[in-house]
DNA sequence: TTGCTCCTCACGTCACGTGAGGTGGC
DNA sequence: TTGCTCCTCACGTCACGTGAGGTGGC
């Protein structure tokens, strides 16, 4: 018979089983007088079983593996069979994972009003944002500039910070804004708009130390302990460079100060 | 920070991030003197973004899409997470079909004596098989080489013919070899040593009637139907012709005059 | 003549990994 | 000087899909 018969039997195209010939995988047939390949039967039984296997998963080299092992071949497919149930698991669990998280942030997005310009983030901290959205929406004006800065750092501290320990700032942060104390959160929207205001002042502004005094103030000790283990000004490789490089020089200072405040209250 | 660092808070590989650059989904930071890329806060909270969208499994092409959708990028967003959800679903039940599959085919192999060298089969033919293999154990010699090459056919047969409706032919073959009954089992072998004896032979070998008559005593009725609704000589493609070119000569023309007894049978 | 099947290149897919060959920074 | 990091090509991966351009069979 020719390729395409061949081909529809087993279930696929014509050009997969050009591929099996290209790699080695089905033997070519003969030729007739035109060009055209001509298979037999064997060709039929090779071909389905070598679907058989795929469609379980193997790979076409582990179904060579399979074929060309004549002697005991059982043996062979069975740890072949193996191996692919331990990586199909593997599979299975890794789909479920993201399917329920998944689930989770079509949930976060049914709660609040879709899903947050910062993406995809934990449920505490999605939480955490939800608060923010509904105290901004209570102040007048426009939200400060600081507080989506802030958000957006949240997300990647949120994304970098995975392991159970290293997630006490959380805590810390849901004090610092207020626990759905609403006067809290007034503050720290406060303290946004006042660090908004230092975005065109010089390094030496008389409003930077106070400004500094105000963060320093409304940050929890949970907060603050964590915040004296980060790297100081200039360590912690380039990030920290980085970090104070993101602000305008005076908003960086008055962060520069907040830091150094919290670190002595540390010590204390 | 350099790219390396960049890397390491966001978890991948500094070769990731180049690649990020060539498809456009991260933009080039600028360079240093010494040509390093330098990179700023705002490129670690875009490529963890990134991340977290890749972890779910977006494509890097979705993930462009998201990030570009700055107008109203939680709905796009939305929209590609319940998409991806579906096929992630579809996913899921395929991996556990697969699973499934491979659960019976190891539990096959523990009953029996490893895997069938047909490749994987269906439970029913397994089962089958295993009592071929039994019996053929309980009879004197090596076994018929036309019983091995029946079970091949028969493999092939059972991965073509998958809708329910297509499977009556395994209830009527189970019939044909005995169901159990020994002595059936015997018969069929018989059967298969008398075809192997025609290999060599003419096709006007005397004892091609004989076993064609055989041949269709030991058919019940209910195979003798799906045999007489099958392609006669010529029909049917070019796959009844790969089918008799398969066996000798002789062979074949038993198989034909068998055949044709069959559909006289069903006739009346 | 028309539509179908077949033939052989050869590039494209997806998300990077992996050298190859070379240079800057401590 | 040594080891580490960075740079830019450019090929490889996996299982085919998809033209491109051409020919045989009814």
Not at 83 to 94: G, I
């Amino acid at each position: 018979m020719r390729i395409g018969e061949l081909a529809a039997i087993a279930g696929i195209s014509t050009r997969t089983v050009r591929h099996y010939h290209r790699i080695g995988l089905l033997a070519e047939p003969s030729r007739r007088a035109n060009g055209y390949r001509w298979y037999g039967l064997r060709d039929a039984v090779v071909l389905s079983r070598i679907r058989a296997l795929t469609e379980l998963g193997l790979s076409l080299e582990e179904v060579g593996d399979v074929l060309g092992a004549d002697t005991d071949a059982g043996k062979e497919l069975h740890e072949v069979l193996a191996e692919l149930d331990a990586d199909l698991a593997r599979q299975e669990a890794d789909i479920r994972r993201r399917r329920a998280r998944l689930a989770e942030l079509l949930r976060q997005a049914e709660e609040g009003d879709g899903l947050p310009a910062e993406g995809p983030v934990s449920p505490e901290l999605a939480a955490l944002f939800g608060e923010m959205a509904r105290a901004s929406a209570r102040l007048p004006g426009p939200e400060p500039a600081m507080a989506a800065k802030e958000r957006e750092l949240l997300a990647l501290l949120d994304r970098t910070a995975q392991a159970p320990e290293e997630r006490g700032w959380l805590a810390g942060l849901r004090q610092s804004l207020g626990d759905g104390d609403p006067a809290a959160m007034r503050r720290a929207y406060e303290i946004y708009a006042r660090l908004d205001e230092l975005a065109g002042a010089p390094v030496d502004d008389p409003r930077v130390g106070a400004v500094a005094g105000a963060i320093a103030e409304a940050v929890p000790d949970e907060l603050a302990r964590a915040a004296a283990e980060s790297p100081g000004e200039g360590e912690g490789g380039g990030f920290a460079g980085a970090f104070f490089a993101d602000f305008a020089p005076a908003q960086a200072e008055a962060i520069r100060q907040a830091m150094r405040l919290l670190r002595e209250r540390a010590v204390r």
